[in-house]
């Protein structure tokens, strides 16, 4: 594709004063759903990319380190992963690393925009690998609000992977101290909610630190870590929250024994299966830089780690 005539150039405008730019040599699809504006576009360096609302989701080239960044912490943390909830995750790719773990019997995704969903379906294999397809999973077209609101199944592990808390965005009421309180009625006792939460460095910090203040009166452990993602020119945070597990207190040689054990019948295990993921840079996303800490430290129920 990086040999084809360019036709253009994307630019992300990040916020008034920064804007990140991309050569693009191939257009998969352009359009809008009923919800929000899609592309689905080929770019010279980073291959595949899906952008929604003009906002980079992930891209061919590092999605991995974004989604199993996101999944495996949680997963590897609860010692039995039966149930799993996701919310979001269009792409299928958070379902495909959830269903890399052996132990799990069903996984419900759930997502507002169902033709995105197909979009990503057709468009986008390299991401969801055949998961949708996985007898295990369960895809439900619908409000993640709605749907933890209602009387269903409690779940060991709950991943949040939406949008954006933007400003008028249909991710934004998800942000909010009365949706977790939502999300924690649906985990069983030992339980565990994993989610994406937006930048996170000594420079962007604030919404992430929004969102661990929502979490905080109502868990007993909330932990912050991030990874630095290329397409994204910014270190990411993510939040895991429970009353019972702590993933931070968890060893590389204890992560590294549960991925191998965690190996379906026929594939290798985790750790030979992933591009991203072990022991080491689990330690290595939860050791966040002192100055960073200080800045995150905002009440007794919330360890800034």
């Known amino acids: 594709m990086s040999e084809q005539p360019l036709w253009y150039w994307f630019t992300e405008q990040v916020d008034p004063f920064e804007s990140h730019s991309f050569a693009v040599s191939a ?106 397809a996985d007898a295990r999973a369960e895809v439900v077209i619908g409000d993640g609000w709605d749907y933890v609101s ?49 930048e996170l460095s000594t420079v962007e910090f604030e919404d992430h630190r929004t969102v661990r203040r929502a979490l905080g009166p109502i868990f007993r452990t909330v932990r912050s870590y991030a990874t630095h993602v290329p397409t994204f020119w910014a270190n990411w945070g993510y939040i895991i929250a429970s009353d019972a597990l702590d993933p931070a207190a968890l060893g590389p040689e204890a992560i590294d024994r549960r991925l191998a054990e965690r190996a379906l019948d026929g594939r290798p295990s985790l750790v030979a299966q992933g591009e991203f993921y072990d ?21 007794p129920q919330v360890d800034a780690s």
Not at 92 to 113: F, K, N, S, Y
């Open 27 to 132: 257009v998969h699809y352009f359009g809008r759903t009923q919800i929000q504006a899609a592309q689905i576009i080929e770019t010279v360096g980073y291959g595949k990319m899906l952008v929604i609302d003009g906002r980079i989701q992930s891209t061919q080239e590092d999605e991995a380190i974004y989604h199993e960044a996101l999944v495996h912490p949680a997963m590897i943390a609860h010692d039995a992963p039966h149930d799993v909830l996701i919310i979001g995750g269009g792409e299928g790719a958070t379902l495909r690393e959830v269903l890399r773990h052996r132990t799990v019997t069903r996984a419900v995704m759930v997502d507002i925009d169902g033709e995105l969903v197909e979009l990503c379906q057709k468009h986008l294999p390299e991401w969801h690998q055949g998961a949708f």
């Open 150 to 198: 209602r009387p269903g199944p409690a779940f060991d592990v709950i991943i949040m992977d939406v949008c954006d808390a933007l400003v008028e965005g249909p991710a934004l009421r998800l942000y909010t101290e009365e949706f977790f309180n939502r999300l924690r009625g649906r985990l069983k006792p030992g339980g565990i909610l994993a989610l994406q939460a937006m």
């Open 279 to 299: 022991g080491q840079t689990h330690v290595g996303m939860f050791a966040l830089p002192l100055s960073l800490r200080r800045l995150l430290e905002d009440s």
